[in-house]
């Protein structure tokens, strides 16, 4: 299937750009992860995945139609040139609404969470871009279908459509038109997320070259979709029940065996640094000592803590300047 028989049935073939716009969306942290797709070309997962958005983090995306040539990228404040390949995914990605028209844009993205350090800032850049696309070409899509439309810009950002817990089905469909994020019904007042900054750097190996390496080369991933639906229901069951020790639990091993099946491809990828093992320690003996504290990793070596507002001053005294975030507030 072709990305644009999909874009056939979602944007029109002529699009004009009649306003500027401006667009927010959050960033989210996948409590059980994506990792591997089964068709490159439409960015479909090879298992459903659960996140949480991260409510105030994420990126700001301002559109202003201009009359030259070519898109210009602006990122955090700074002009990036037309090579850089956080400009060529983005150009890539508008070039799926404009077709073959003249139509271009400045592009202002701003984060407010450390660029491509492994804090999912592609997911809500892109979630941004398409919310910001559907105002500035008048498409007025319904969420799901923008959605679909983020996830062919990177998978992850089709959970960051919507906040609080978000389920993004793989779908059986070969068109993919069944594989997109949809919001939970359910609320966590008081549930924490901490981001542990290991190193802010732009990682070597993108999520996207090294889900295909694993998949390509490690033999451990094939027990990773299996792993990865057994976590799915555990999760549901957890933010069901408010059981926060399951939700923990699950989300921390699920990030540990995505990571060893990293760790078995070929090359190896490894994440972690030094720091990283240092703070996934302290983790574990706060546990032994009684507080309920969990991590997850995406690719990269920082580290995200879930615990419970009542836990925060005290695990405050051991991750001095944590920044928390409340998705459903105290
Ligand atoms: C480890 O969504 O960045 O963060 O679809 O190729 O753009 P592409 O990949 P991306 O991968 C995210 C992987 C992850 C896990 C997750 O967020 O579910």
Request: with cysteine.
């Amino acid at each position: 299937m072709k990305r644009t028989d999909v874009l056939d049935r979602l944007v029109p073939r002529v699009v004009k750009a009649s306003a500027s716009a401006e667009q927010f969306a959050p960033s989210n942290i996948a409590l059980c992860k994506y990792w591997g797709k089964r068709d490159r070309e439409l960015n479909l997962p090879i298992n459903a995945s659960l996140s949480v958005s991260l409510d105030y983090l994420g990126s700001h995306t301002r559109l202003i139609p201009v009359d030259g040539q070519r898109d210009e990228v602006w990122l955090n404040g700074q002009q990036l040139q037309p090579g850089a390949r956080f400009s060529q995914k983005v150009s890539a990605f508008i070039d799926l609404f404009r077709r073959d028209q003249d139509l271009y844009f400045r592009v202002e993205t701003r984060n407010n969470i450390p660029t491509a350090a492994g804090l999912a800032s592609s997911a809500s850049g892109f979630a941004a871009l398409t919310l910001a696309l559907n105002d500035a070409l008048a498409l007025d899509l319904p969420p799901e279908q923008l959605s679909i439309l983020a996830r062919m810009g990177s998978g992850s950002a089709c959970r960051s459509l919507f906040t609080g817990f978000v389920q993004w089905n793989m779908g059986l469909r070969e068109d993919g038109m069944d594989s997109h994020g949809i919001p939970l019904a359910r609320t966590w007042p008081g549930f924490c997320i901490g981001l542990v900054e290991i190193d802010a750097a732009e990682k070597a190996t993108d999520s996207r070259s090294g889900m295909q390496r694993t998949v390509e080369t490690a033999h451990l991933y094939q027990s990773w979709p299996l792993q990865a639906a057994a976590d799915l229901s555990k999760l549901q069951q957890a933010i069901e029940a408010r059981d926060f020790e399951l939700l923990g639990q699950t989300a921390e091993q699920n990030a540990l065996s995505m990571h060893a099946t990293m760790i078995a491809s070929w090359p190896p990828l490894l994440y972690w640094q030094p720091e990283s093992v240092a703070a996934m320690q302290k983790v574990w003996q706060l546990r032994a000592e009684g507080m309920p504290v969990y991590f997850t990793m995406d690719a990269g070596p920082n580290l995200k803590l879930l615990f419970q507002r009542e836990d925060r001053d005290a695990l405050l005294k051991h991750f001095p300047g944590l920044e928390t975030v409340e998705p459903f507030g105290p």
